[in-house]
């Protein structure tokens, strides 16, 4: 139990975070693209592009909530040995992760205000299957349209409305990783 | 190299830039404040480039830094190689082979690509800062979309010049949303800023802010129906290169009023040189 929590972090923090930001940023500025997401090894439920996510974003400067089976002692005692990330509810949260359904409802994270938008919440879902195909997706960071299978579409069409308040959300299935930010239309 | 940690800020640090990245890139042209830090220079050299480079860069990364469009003056050389120290990566003068550019105050002429990050040095990101200089103000002017002031701004210089005369750091509206500055880059360079496959981040040392423009963003430079916006340029060819479409800088030559028109750009005025390429001066 104790091994399982000191392992499964990045062997080499520095250059592991900054190759897995280039696809975090990669995902984020096109909407719609799946990149593969490696190098963490995060205790179950937890998958690995999930893992190494966290493991690049947070640190104990990032209130966290787990959603639902996520939030278990196991996964608890993983993120608080490598990241240190504060655990709170979901009106305090700068991160949400878990199953879309656990997540849920979208109106208690942080949507930002109209004089600082960036304050609001990245909610990181955890997906059974992610494929490029699906809802539409236009907007900045697509040339004509992409594709994404989306839980919901009622849901990102009213985050979308909020724009430039609203929810930023990372997709991640096993080791790859989607983003689909507020600025995105989706039909 | 093992002096320092990888890209020279700690790993915390570029977590917080990080955030504010994927933040900048979520609310494309909206300014996120950032905890911007002390860096080995002073500001006004690129601070906020330099720690959006920090925060970007691979060692598997070509890098090329360009000021004012050269390779070669003392600010180039000096981050380039602060970054071959401190992240050991490869740096490169060619625009073709980069794959993050960072720059003072132009956009390469040879058009960027996909997988390519266009990081810009800003000094002051806000475009209303110097029509209302207190910083809640213009907060609140961005959160409720008034951006009458800036169509004053420009309205006066027609009246003054007849013409916009902004030539530099020419406002533009980034999909319909907020107005940006796109850092003093000659307005020559806006028609580039929309549209574009590469990212493009903007990072402002001393203000402490960070925004982005995702690729194919829809980027629109301010202007009037009867007063339009027109990207402007010496009305010249390249003296070395003899090109026709590029950027270019004038020098003066000597001091009886020579002067000549030579690009900005030097890697495309080598490039084409190379190339076969000669204007009048040309050796």
């Not at chain 1, 719609?32 to 400067?61: F, K, N, Y």
């Not at chain 1, 308040?165 to 600025?183: E, H, I, K, N, Y």
């Not at chain 2, 320092?4 to 990245?21: G, H, P, V």
């Not at chain 2, 981050?79 to 980069?98: C, H, K, L, W």
Request: glycine share 8%; charged share 20%.
């Amino acid at each position: 139990m104790q091994a399982d929590i000191l392992t499964g972090g990045f062997a080499d923090p520095a250059h592991q975070s900054a190759q897995a930001f280039r696809h975090v940023m990669e995902a984020m500025a096109r909407p719609g693209t799946i990149h593969a997401l490696a190098g963490a090894v995060p205790p179950a439920p937890l998958s690995p592009a999930a893992g190494a996510l966290l493991l690049m974003l947070c640190d104990t400067e990032t209130p966290l909530y787990l959603a639902g089976e996520l939030d278990c002692e196991a996964v608890r005692a993983w993120i608080a040995f490598h990241t240190g990330a504060p655990l709170v509810a979901p009106g305090q949260a700068l991160f949400a992760i878990g199953t879309w359904n656990a997540l849920m409802p979208l109106s208690a994270y942080p949507i930002g205000t109209s004089d600082y938008p960036d304050r609001a919440a990245t909610l990181i879902v955890e997906c059974h299957h992610l494929t490029a195909s699906g809802a539409t997706l236009t907007g900045p960071g697509i040339e004509k349209t992409a594709s994404l299978s989306l839980p919901d579409l009622r849901a990102f069409q009213d985050n979308h409305a909020q724009f430039p308040l609203g929810l930023d959300f990372f997709f991640t299935c096993g080791d790859r990783l989607a983003a689909l930010p507020r600025s995105t239309e989706v039909r | 190299m093992t002096d320092y940690n990888f890209a020279y800020l700690d790993e915390q640090t570029k977590r917080m830039i990080r955030r504010a990245i994927l933040k900048g890139l979520a609310i494309p042209g909206y300014q996120v404040p950032f905890a911007s830090r002390e860096m080995p220079m002073p500001y006004g050299w690129g601070t906020g480039g330099v720690q959006v480079s920090a925060a970007v860069l691979t060692p598997q990364d070509t890098f090329k830094v360009i000021d004012q469009g050269a390779d070669d003056t003392t600010n180039a050389v000096s981050i380039r190689q602060f970054f071959e120290r401190t992240a050991g990566v490869t740096t490169t003068t060619r625009t073709a082979e980069a794959t993050v550019i960072q720059t003072r105050h132009r956009i390469p002429e040879e058009p960027l690509t996909e997988g390519q990050i266009l990081v810009y040095q800003v000094p002051i990101p806000e475009p209303l800062r110097f029509l209302e200089p207190r910083e809640s103000e213009t907060r609140k002017m961005h959160a409720l979309e008034e951006y009458g002031l800036m169509h004053v701004k420009l309205y006066e210089d027609i009246a003054r010049h007849g013409h916009i005369a902004t030539s530099y750091a020419y406002p533009v509206k980034v999909e319909g949303r907020y107005v940006m500055d796109p850092s003093p880059i000659p307005k020559f360079d806006n028609p580039k800023l929309g549209n574009m496959a590469a990212i493009q981040l903007f990072g402002a040392g001393r203000e402490q802010r960070i925004y982005a423009l995702p690729p194919y963003t829809e980027v629109v430079s301010l202007g009037f129906e009867d007063h339009p916006f027109e990207a402007s340029k010496a009305d010249h060819p390249c003296a070395m290169c003899g090109a026709t479409d590029s950027y270019l800088d004038e020098v003066i030559v000597d001091d009886t009023g020579g002067r000549m028109f030579v690009c900005s750009d030097t890697d495309y005025c080598a490039t084409r040189q190379a190339a076969g390429h000669r204007g009048s001066e040309a050796a």
